[in-house]
């Protein structure tokens, strides 16, 4: 099983701050297999990233994914109000198929 | 614009079949990954598995021997069936479509459905 590490667990910032977070991966994995998402309280999973740095549709361009190997980062430039939430990384491969990082909480500090 | 809608009891006893279909519309079913995942209160996603139309399912290993999961293309829907459930099956269930069968490099799930909250207790 391809194990992801995320970090910081939590990331306190005030808004119009910059993000940087972080994901791990226990194997080198394809920039296309690894995704992003964003989860907010009582909300599915919204696709933010794929292939390591493509936007989703509808997905603001202070968002942006790099990285390569086991070390992945999701950016948000800016902090939005509506950015507050918790943040997935998410890869295919190997078995289980797709596996998915414990998360990072932005939070308001 | 695909939209999925989860539907099932939201209550199951402990050591019976948890079951759950998702219902596809606004695109055919057909030529799509179909996929469930879970979340527990509180806690991260957890993969459960895949299936598509005509194809073999791929189910998590931590879960096989209890997970079964089928298409019905006339009805746009698919469905999860979990037996011998436990208090540690207790989540929000989410049904998403992920990837289009025979077109590599679309591994991520792109449409949700809103999730459906299932309690397994007495």
């Known amino acids: 099983e391809i194990v992801l590490t995320q970090s910081p667990g939590t990331l306190s910032l005030s808004p119009g701050e910059g993000a940087t977070l972080s994901c791990r991966t226990s194997q080198s994995v394809s920039n296309s297999y690894l995704a992003w998402y964003q989860q907010k309280p009582g909300q599915a999973p919204r696709l933010l990233v794929y292939?390591?740095?493509n936007r989703a549709a509808g997905v603001p361009d202070r968002f942006s994914g790099s990285g390569s190997g086991t070390d992945f980062t999701l950016t948000i430039s800016r902090l939005e109000p509506e950015d507050f939430a918790v943040y997935y990384c998410q890869q295919y491969g190997g078995s289980p198929l797709f596996t998915f990082g414990p998360g990072t909480k932005v939070d308001i500090k | 614009q695909v939209q999925l809608l989860e539907s099932g009891p939201g209550l199951v006893k402990p050591s019976e079949t948890l079951s759950l279909t998702c219902t596809v519309s606004g695109g055919s079913i057909s030529n799509y990954f179909w996929n469930w995942i879970r979340q527990p209160a509180g806690k991260g996603l957890e993969y459960i598995g895949r299936i598509y139309t005509g194809g073999t399912p791929n189910y998590n290993p931590s879960l096989r021997g209890r997970v079964t999961m089928s298409v019905d293309p006339s009805q746009n829907e698919f469905s999860l069936r979990l037996t011998s459930v436990t208090a540690a099956d207790t989540a929000v269930y989410y049904c998403?479509?992920?990837?289009?069968?025979?077109?590599?490099?679309?591994?991520?799930?792109?449409?949700w459905g809103q999730g459906m909250q299932v309690t397994v207790s007495s």
């Open positions: 292939g390591t740095s």
């Open positions: 998403a479509r992920g990837g289009i069968v025979g077109a590599p490099g679309l591994y991520f799930f792109d449409y």
